[in-house]
């Protein structure tokens, strides 16, 4: 649904037509990216020249049809790779073709939120503190997108969720408050939806910007970035920043093996821990129980700093849960893997005071505990060696 589906129709078709041999010209504003051609091959693969007999009009749709199964796949497969699984797909034409978007205007229309004017039928927006009133059905009669929108929210909670959240691009702001009046409207508490609104991510390649565009095919896809910089750098330099900051994602230091690098200066911290670890074991220190262990030895101003870090943690999870913030962890995390830097490049862990190594041990167990764990809750792994 959608003018961009139009366009992405009108441009399989057209390369579907060039690749059986007829002269066409491109469509202006096209989608004319190499996977576009590649997905019209896997077309003409299945299905030869039988989409020529068709009229132009059920061709692109068996076209778009055939192109969005394939990259929903590729989507799924992208995400899977990436270390993300939804539960859940959810087919916006399920509400077309269920009338549940009729549904949700009679709602409206019954509680009179809606009106008509120049032929269309309007949502009261203006209500609920929208700058402007929202149309429901154009002049043509077909429902709007936001009328789509509306009925997949109801779904939602209708389904049982106590809380919904959104993840919208920030041009999408606009539609914050309409959305959350028509889920006032539909008689739902407008504090129960939170929509958080992502900026973009600019690329970085050698301190320039990576330019992309869909139309003309030059794009970086996230399967290209994972390959390049890796798994673990990509996820954790996207939840460094708040979802209402630009993220400047410098690929050449996500790649770099260097303290400069975040997520390198997090994961080497826990494999510096690991060492010191191994090292004990070759010199067959074993850590005593934690009830065993004169913690009260651990007075240096950099082991006091390191506990109450530590400390925090918990609470940090929670604020950070609460407040839809998980770059508080990727924060947190960084802040504690300096502080254990700092600490390793002051004092000895192995010891010649067997009871001030044992403390010592202690502390560098549950650091290590601490980062793993802050890793884990970020998907992002916690090597032994580097």
């Excluded at 970035?225 to 050449?252: C, K, N, T, W, Y």
């Excluded at 670890?277 to 913690?295: M, R, S």
Aim: glycine share 6%; hydrophobic share 40%.
């Amino acid at each position: 649904a959608g003018n961009q589906i139009e366009i992405f129709g009108e441009s399989l078709e057209a390369r579907y037509l060039q690749l059986m041999g007829e002269y066409i010209k491109f469509p202006e504003n096209g989608y004319a990216g190499q996977d576009v051609i590649d997905t019209v091959k896997n077309i003409i693969r299945d299905y030869k020249d039988s989409l020529l007999s068709m009229p132009s009009p059920e061709r692109r749709q068996a076209m778009i049809d055939y192109a969005l199964q394939e990259k929903i796949g590729y989507i799924k497969n992208t995400l899977k790779g990436f270390g993300i699984e939804y539960d859940v797909w959810f087919s916006e034409k399920t509400l077309h073709q269920s009338g549940s978007i009729d549904q949700v205007i009679n709602y409206l229309r019954e509680r009179d939120y809606v009106y008509e004017a120049d032929g269309a039928l309007w949502f009261k927006s203006t209500l609920f503190g929208d700058e402007k009133d929202e149309v429901l059905t154009r002049t043509n009669g077909l429902p709007t997108y936001f009328a789509a929108d509306i009925a997949y929210h109801l779904n939602k909670f209708e389904r049982g969720f106590d809380w919904v959240i959104n993840i919208w691009g920030a041009d999408h702001h606009g539609h914050v408050a309409r959305m959350k009046g028509a889920m006032q409207a539909l008689g739902y508490d407008p504090a129960r939806l939170d929509i958080l609104l992502m900026q973009l991510v600019r690329l970085y390649r050698g301190g320039e910007v990576v330019r992309m565009s869909k139309r003309t095919g030059t794009t970086i896809s996230l399967d290209e970035l994972i390959e390049e910089v890796g798994r673990d750098a990509a996820r954790f330099f996207f939840v460094l920043r708040s979802p209402d900051s630009h993220l400047d994602f410098d690929m050449e230091l996500a790649k770099q093996k260097s303290q400069e690098n975040p997520v390198y200066y997090v994961q080497y911290a826990h494999a510096r821990i690991c060492s010191i670890f191994k090292q004990a074991a070759g010199a067959d220190v074993v850590l005593k129980p934690i009830e065993d262990i004169d913690v009260q030895l651990l007075k240096e101003k950099e082991e006091v700093e390191l506990l109450r870090k530590i400390a925090d943690f918990p609470e940090e999870i929670a604020i950070a849960s609460r407040t839809l913030a998980p770059q508080r962890i990727a924060r947190y995390v960084l802040d504690l893997a300096g502080l254990f830097h700092s600490y390793y490049n002051h004092f000895r862990v192995i010891n010649k005071d067997k009871d001030l190594e044992q403390a010592r041990l202690a502390l560098m167990g549950i650091t290590r505990i601490t980062i793993k764990n802050a890793l884990d809750i970020l998907g992002v792994n916690a090597p032994e060696q580097m």
